[in-house]
T-cell receptor, first 114, second 113 residues
Framework: SQTIHQWPATLVQPVGSPLSLECTVEGTSNPNLYWYRQAAGRGLQLLFYSVGIGQISSEVPQNLSASRPQDRQFILSSKKLLLSDSGFYLC?????????????FGPGTRLTVL | KNQVEQSPQSLIILEGKNCTLQCNYTVSPFSNLRWYKQDTGRGPVSLTIMTFSENTKSNGRYTATLDADTKQSSLHITASQLSDSASYICVVSAFYSNYQLIWGAGTKLIIKP
């Protein structure tokens, strides 16, 4: 069966510090991978998606970036965090082989920027 | 503009009661609509998914309906339990997009004993 991992679970960072969030998927090959952010009391916002190694598409321009160094690894980064980067970050995987582009979510990372 | 709107924003009901959550969308061309349940501090989990040809779909005590003509969907929860306390999110997929889902803001449901 497939599983998706995210770490860390919670993170408190000062403004201007760098960020690296990691997501890994097990039990599947060549998945589509996604990074979402959820602000408090708001809906999910798609940040990046990837259909393969080294292939990243950005949905929202901002000071975040994403990389996919391996087939089942997806990393979200920032060189300098802003207060507005605080939120709940979710990684998801999905694939064309699944029904209607179903997406499965990881446990999330709660980021607080002070 | 593709949008998904949900109502009510929040809802409190007593354990054992039924409730219905609403979703209106303006996504075109429509591909499918799904309902997710998101527990506090967790990732969303899919409850149901429906294409335009499906009018209703059930998953245990959860029943979703879809009216593709009026672009409305509802999620009915029967005999609510304390574990049903969560946010319920309506998500619509456009036919031309294999990647992007249009997310509603969710309805926060609280079940009280």
């Amino acid at each position: 069966s497939q599983t998706i991992h995210q770490w860390p679970a919670t993170l408190v960072q000062p403004v201007g510090s760098p960020l690296s969030l990691e997501c890994t998927v097990e039990g599947t090959s060549n998945p589509n991978l996604y990074w979402y952010r959820q602000a408090a009391g708001r809906g999910l916002q798609l940040l990046f998606y990837s259909v393969g190694i080294g292939q990243i598409s950005s949905e929202v321009p901002q000071n975040l970036s994403a990389s996919r160094p391996q087939d089942r690894q997806f990393i979200l980064s920032s060189k300098k965090l802003l207060l507005s980067d605080s939120g709940f970050y979710l990684c998801a995987w999905g694939g064309f082989a699944l029904t209607h582009n179903e997406q499965f979510f990881g446990p999330g990372t709660r980021l607080t920027v002070l | 503009k593709n949008q998904v709107e949900q109502s009510p924003q929040s809802l409190i009901i007593l354990e054992g009661k039924n409730c219905t959550l609403q979703c209106n969308y303006t996504v075109s061309p429509f591909s499918n609509l799904r309902w997710y349940k998101q527990d506090t501090g967790r990732g969303p989990v899919s409850l149901t998914i429906m294409t335009f040809s499906e009018n209703t779909k059930s998953n245990g005590r959860y029943t979703a309906t879809l009216d593709a003509d009026t672009k409305q969907s509802s999620l009915h929860i029967t005999a609510s339990q304390l574990s049903d306390s969560a946010s319920y999110i309506c998500v619509v997929s456009a036919f031309y997009s294999n990647y992007q889902l249009i997310w509603g803001a969710g309805t926060k449901l609280i079940i009280k004993p």
